[in-house]
């Protein structure tokens, strides 16, 4: 199978490889993709030394699939040209996340979403990828009713203009306006602007959040509010839930639909001082919940923390595994 990768060279792209060759993925011929700058640059592949090359080429190629992950306008100028040679795009930018004739997927949440005539298919926002895991389920027994919402993003989230940012700070104690991705210092500091501004005084990071849920939930009903924090954290995005439900639920039914739930892995011990963690998360696959108590405040309120590799599920991985079942159903060639 003959795999574009456009963005090979950015933080989610070179998970997106490392993927594909840990999961052993059918790539029979790689194609890395970058910008203009990188051209002439060469990546790793299974031992094997590949040149960058421009999306103009890959186009040409003919790829069977196209992962994309090299920013909105990227895909919105691009993806199209993939897809019209029958190419799978796989996008991870929010360029086609809203479309409403492109679906927008969590593997095992809303698989049903695609079928045959789709050829561009969005990966949710990483923050919402994350909580779709845990939610789905919950939402079929007990039906939200609101979601109160409220993050802690890791700076890798931004790419690789935030990750210098943060070693430049970290080395040098200063803030510097030249290189930086934020309009603040994010070492030893929590920025409350993920994104940018709306109108109403939301980021696009916390609208994200809200659009992106009701498409993936089906269900434009569910009331959400959010607040996206970016935090000097390597390894994940942790998220503070409250959940009210229109069902009545018991405690021990919501750790058993957690617990059977795959990729969800539960760490609520509070006697052990056992909850998720970035730390813990990094660079693994599961989605981990924790901090699991009733909210007393409201009728069927529910409160949880939830903690993923914001570069692995909350991005790479999913597009992965999006592939992996267009593999199983015969749309990509084994
Ligand atoms: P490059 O490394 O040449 O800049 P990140 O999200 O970590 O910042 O990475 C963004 C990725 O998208 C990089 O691989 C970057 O390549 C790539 N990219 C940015 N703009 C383009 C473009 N116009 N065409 C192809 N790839 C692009």
Known sequence: MKVAVVGATGLVGKVILQLLEERNFPVTELLPVASARSLGKSITFRNIEYKIQSVDDAIAASPDLAIFSAGGSTSLRYAQAFAERQCIVIDNSSAWR???????????????HISNEHYIIANPN????????????????????????????????????????????????TYNSEIAAYPHKIFANCIPHCGDFGDDGYTTEETKLVNETRKILDD?????????VRVPVF??????????FE???????????????????????????????????????????????RDHSIQNGLNM?????????????????????????GRLPK
Not at 235 to 244: D, L, M, R, T
Not at 255 to 264: G, Q
Request: glycine share 4%; with cysteine.
């Open 247 to 293: 069902k009545a639920y018991d405690l021990e039914q919501v750790l058993d639909i957690l617990k059977s739930t795959p990729e969800v892995i539960l760490q609520n011990e509070a006697e052990n001082n056992l909850y998720p963690m970035p730390l813990n998360a990094y660079e693994t696959d599961p989605v981990y919940v924790g901090r699991i108590r």
């Open 235 to 244: 390894g994940g995005h942790s998220e503070a839930v409250n959940i009210e």
């Open 98 to 112: 809203m479309d409403k004739t492109k679906p927008l997927v969590v593997a095992s949440v809303n698989d049903h």
């Open 305 to 329: 923390w939830v903690v993923a590799d914001n570069l692995r599920k909350g991005a790479a991985t999913n597009t992965i595994q999006i592939a992996e079942n267009l593999l199983q159903s």
């Open 126 to 173: 990483c923050s919402t990828m994350q909580l779709m895991v845990p939610l789905a389920p919950l939402h079929k027994a007990f039906q939200i009713k609101r979601l109160v919402i409220s993050t802690y993003q890791s700076f890798t989230g931004t790419g690789k203009q935030a990750v210098d940012q943060y070693e430049y700070e970290k080395a040098n104690q």
């Open 220 to 228: 434009p009903s569910i009331q959400i509010t959010a607040t996206a």
